[in-house]
């Protein structure tokens, strides 16, 4: 039986080019981790298989954790994890489900296909009432498909664009007053003519790079097109966009402007061929004003960078809404991976692992080793990630809009082979802005 976790969507239909790359890369940076208690018979245990992306150095460690305090609490489970590298993880997956070995549990992005072709089970099929009472009813009602939910989250997450407080003091910049695309042009103007004083790189960390994070640009970025500002369950814009590749084209055009001011105030070295760690590293080393990620990068900043962040200073960090249009004032909020479970998979032990993950026990590890904010709103642990207060702070005030990009959802593939290359030829210029808005259209209408 599989368990499958990968925040980034498996399309069927990868790229020639983008698959010659990751087999290029091989098998060779996985890892496997196997913790199968010794003083257990393994022929009386159902067996679940993870497949589980690496983010960092410390992945195998607090899986290792996961894995333990899980099979020591359910005995007649055992659990085993393989950390696999983003750039296998296609390779891997798939030869898995080619050899007929397709996942019981299933933790993605978007899950809609799955659904649509009845493979899953509702959740509340699945889980017990208790346990279905300890999600948010926001991020449930993101997982619901004509009434019925599909998917309980496995964390909290936040895109917003994320900032270094100790900078934009010195600075003189208030955040709270960034509301409007004007203000951002100005705080950028404002830290681009002291940068050297401030010991800064760049004023923002964005990176475009169209073959390892076409993620970021194409499904996130792009997600504020279609979900700042907005009510969470305001789907204007998803729908003109799956109704044949519709944009909106004066809200788009502004959107187009913002991505530009990015371009233009970001780090030259990390724009188009940088990488994701790059631009973490470069924000916890203090290089970067701002930096455009998810929350998720907290965990990192206290983890594998956390010595580069000392050496920053700790500094107090935060995060203000895209605002691309006046009086944009929300976060986008939700799950960037859902746990789904496929109806004709082992349903008893699929209920045992979900039931697990909202324990004491499980949240434990997943928020204080791993850095998640936790999707449960019965869990009572704080966390050490740094930008956790804040999404809190917004889901309190109602400040926050769905991520409508997930779900329902884009046509599989729109980001990995349409979108995130359009993000990285605007950055490269080899569009300008209105180029970037026509070519943006032309390729989702051809993709729909």
Known sequence: MYLWVAPIRIYREVTLMKMKQVLATGAALSMALSMTPVTASAADKVDINVIAAQYGQQTADWWANF???FNE??????????VVSWNDIYTVVNTRIANGEAPDVLNIDVFADYQADDLLLPIQDVVSEETYSKMYDAFLAQSEVDGTVWAIPDLASARAMYYNKDILDKAGIDPSTLTSPDAIKEAFETIDSKKDELGLTAVVGYAAEPVNLYWSTGNHLFGT???????RDDTTYIDMLNDG?????????????FVGLLNQYSDPALL?????????LNFSSGKYA???QGSWIGATMVGDDADAYKEAGNFEVGMIPYAFEDGQDTILTSSPSWWSVYKD??????????????????????VKEAGFVSPFKSCTIVGDDPFAQTITDYQKAEKTSAWHWSIPGFKEGIAQNYTGQVFA??????????????TMQQVLESAN
Not at 346 to 363: G, I, P, R, S
């Open 67 to 69: 894995v333990t305090e």
């Open 73 to 82: 609490a359910n005995p007649d489970i055992n659990l085993n994890v393989e």
């Open 225 to 231: 097109y279609l979900d700042e500002g907005l009510d």
């Open 245 to 257: 590749g519709k944009l909106d084209e004066g809200r788009f055009t502004d959107f187009a402007n």
């Open 272 to 280: 188009v061929s940088g990488t994701y760690d790059q631009q973490i």
């Open 290 to 292: 701002f930096v455009t």
């Open 345 to 366: 998979g082992n349903v008893e032990a699929a209920e045992a692992f979900l039931q697990w993950l909202t324990t004491d026990e499980a949240q434990e590890v997943l």
């Open 425 to 438: 030829d605007y950055a490269s210029g080899s569009l300008d802005e209105a180029g970037f808005v026509k």
